[in-house]
């Protein structure tokens, strides 16, 4: 079992930075493959980044690739999704979610815990 509790979320203007954290619980968090989803009203949950168990491979939504950045902590247990250059299509609820295997999946269905959500609004 693992949990997974996002913050950092908040309201920024647009150009501005957001860190988001996801601290999770368990001792095997370094056995999992982690990423962030963002969703907003009415679409589908989107991917956004996602990081290998060691940290080394970051994947990107091709979007997103260069301003936005993934990494994991696996001491402290924790998932970060630095993000830079925001505009207000980036504002969604941003969910942090942890996957058992090794391989990193766009699909959300492929992950097996969830966050409860940490909300991004970024302002024109």
């Known amino acids: 079992q693992v949990q997974l509790v996002e913050s950092g979320g908040g309201l920024v203007q647009a150009g501005g930075s957001l860190r988001l954290s996801c601290a999770a619980s368990g001792r095997t968090f370094s056995r999992y493959a982690m990423a962030w989803f963002r969703q907003t009203p009415g679409k589908e949950r989107e991917f956004v980044a996602g990081?290998?168990?060691?940290?080394?491979?970051?994947y990107y939504a091709p979007s997103l690739r260069g301003r936005f950045t993934i990494s994991r902590d696996n001491a402290k247990n924790t998932v970060s999704l630095q993000m830079d250059s925001l505009k207000p299509e980036d504002t969604a609820v941003y969910y942090c979610?942890?996957?058992?295997?090794?391989?990193?999946?766009?699909?959300?269905?492929?992950?097996?815990?969830w966050g409860q959500g940490t909300r991004v609004t970024v302002s024109s």
């Open positions: 990081i290998d168990w060691s940290g080394s491979n970051p």
């Open positions: 979610a942890a996957d058992a295997g090794t391989l990193i999946y766009s699909s959300p269905s492929h992950y097996d815990y």
